[in-house]
């Protein structure tokens, strides 16, 4: 399964890894549990948390 780790994050091909840090904090904020109690917001934190690792490092 193809996951497209850019369209995730709401960035493109040719950001910066400062970008990539601001919209990774932009995401995880946005899906994090305490944001959203009453729904399960797990899946979609580990896929924001694998972009994040995949596309910085």
């Not at 840090?21 to 896929?47: I, L, Y």
């Amino acid at each position: 399964m193809f996951v497209d780790y850019y369209a995730l994050l709401e960035i493109t091909i040719n950001t910066d890894q400062t970008k990539i840090k601001q919209a990774f904090r932009k995401q995880a904020f946005k899906w994090h549990p305490d944001v959203h109690p009453n729904k399960d917001t797990t899946e979609r934190m580990k896929a924001i948390n694998e972009a994040y690792l995949i596309l910085l490092f």
